[in-house]
């Protein structure tokens, strides 16, 4: 039996109170009360739409009275005096029951969402690697270009495993300011900083018998990764402002674009986290190098949005589809689907290769984005010279930040990460930002 954390009132009220500036996972309330009894307590949480599960305690129970608490949401209803078995077991069920209906509510929004469309050998070897790894406990580190789907496979990793029954949680490191990410990895206590107005509970917690996908690991600050390591060698967490260490069991699998054995020798990554992650990686190629499977993506893509806004379906002819596989796509599936996207929004009829070369970049035209330049160096610093001119083209071509993003496939805050580390003078390019 877990252990579980309880949280002691008085009256309806301070619940009440409770109930709105926390998550609980149950309450147990008796009818007879000082105040407002606990059947006037369901009637204020049906009115406020909270649908924390509630178990009504009495030692004054009857069929009417417990009907009554049922159609308010109650539900269950235990006589007094209570056993510590009984108690427990009621404990034990309705948390049973609410995962769930959690588990079902994610399953209804997520069915089609998550689907990996494939039809070339390359992600037939990726997927082949899934599946003989996901049964294991092994950490997973998945590598690739912005936007080739890091998130979906390691999913699919979490779907294909063990513990796909539980919680499947994520965190974008890159996306975090690193005042915060600790909080947000391992939660907080009520008043423990500033604006700590209740408590929190961390992605850790959150995931706990499930998995825990941290995207864009290799910008992690150092501090935090001191911490993240102590957490993966003990698997217990301490939330920011607390005084106990709590057992969390979940497997982790991280993510990132960066090269981290590169980061490693700079110093920019702990070398013992990184064996620590860096147990079994997994590689995803960029969309330029899977032609074969734009076709299935291009008709996944169409019919999922097509659907969402109420359209029509809409055909794509035999030379748009060859004039999107000729294309460089360095946004990856993710611009794929943008593009998409804005080619059903402009043609009129089925869409056709004029329609294309509208919806792509003014530079794109029947061959790839980018010619390869003559880079030299190491592999990581080719890339980087690479990343760099490409950054540049798109930054002379787009008026705005917002829109060298988009064109690039990538969120704008990481845009920025990425001239900065990269070291474009944004200031000299004499942008415009939309900020």
Wanted: aromatic share 6%; charged share 30%; net charge neutral.
């Amino acid at each position: 039996m877990a252990a579980h954390e309880v949280t002691v009132c008085d009256n309806a009220g301070r619940a009440l109170e409770l109930v709105k500036s926390q998550a609980f996972d149950l309450m147990f309330s008796d009818v007879v009360m000082p105040g407002k009894d606990g059947l006037a307590l369901l009637e204020d949480l049906r009115k406020l739409e909270i649908t924390l599960p509630v178990v009504m305690v009495s030692g004054q129970a009857n069929i009417e009275m417990a009907v009554r608490a049922t159609r308010l949401g109650a539900v269950d209803f235990l006589e007094k005096p209570l056993s510590t078995d009984k108690l427990l077991l009621t404990v034990e069920n309705v948390l049973k029951l609410k995962r769930l209906e959690d588990e079902n509510r994610d399953l209804r929004q997520r069915v089609g969402k998550h689907e990996i469309v494939h039809t070339g050998e390359a992600m037939r070897r990726v997927m082949a690697q899934v599946d003989r790894v996901a049964a294991s406990e092994a950490r997973v580190c998945i590598l690739g270009e912005t936007g080739t789907g890091k998130e979906l496979i390691a999913r699919a990793f979490h779907e294909r495993s063990a513990r796909r029954g539980g919680p499947f949680v994520t965190l974008n490191c890159a996306a975090v300011p690193g005042e915060l990410i600790e909080s947000e990895l391992f939660g907080h206590e009520k008043g423990s900083f500033t604006g700590a107005a209740s408590r929190h509970t961390g992605k850790f917690e959150q995931a706990n018998h499930g998995t825990l996908f941290l995207d864009e690991i290799g910008d992690m600050p150092l501090v935090m990764q001191a911490k993240l390591l102590r957490v993966l060698e003990e698997n217990q967490v301490e939330r920011v402002g607390g005084d106990r260490t709590i057992a969390v069991d979940v497997r982790v699998i991280v993510a990132t674009h960066r090269n981290l054995e590169e980061l490693v020798r700079k110093g920019a990554f702990r070398q013992d986290l990184y064996h620590r992650v860096y147990v079994y990686p997994l590689t995803l190629p960029p969309l330029r190098d899977r032609a074969d499977d734009i076709p299935a993506l291009v008709h996944y893509f169409a019919a999922q949005i097509a659907s969402q806004n109420g359209w029509k379906p809409r055909a794509f002819q035999p030379e748009a589809i060859q004039a999107l596989q000729r294309y460089g796509w360095p946004g990856n599936v993710r611009e794929l689907r943008n593009v998409v996207e804005r080619l059903l929004l402009l043609a009129d009829g089925a869409v056709g290769a004029a329609d294309v070369r509208l919806a792509l970049p003014a530079t794109a035209s029947d061959g790839p984005v980018i010619a390869a330049p003559q880079f030299h160096g190491t592999l990581a610093e080719r890339v980087d010279a690479f990343e760099r001119e490409t950054i540049l083209a798109e930054l002379k071509r787009h008026e705005r930040m917002t829109d060298t993003a988009k064109a690039l496939g990538l969120e704008r805050s990481h845009l920025y990460k990425k001239c900065q580390a990269l070291g474009i003078d944004l200031r000299a390019m004499r942008k415009g930002d939309d900020a």
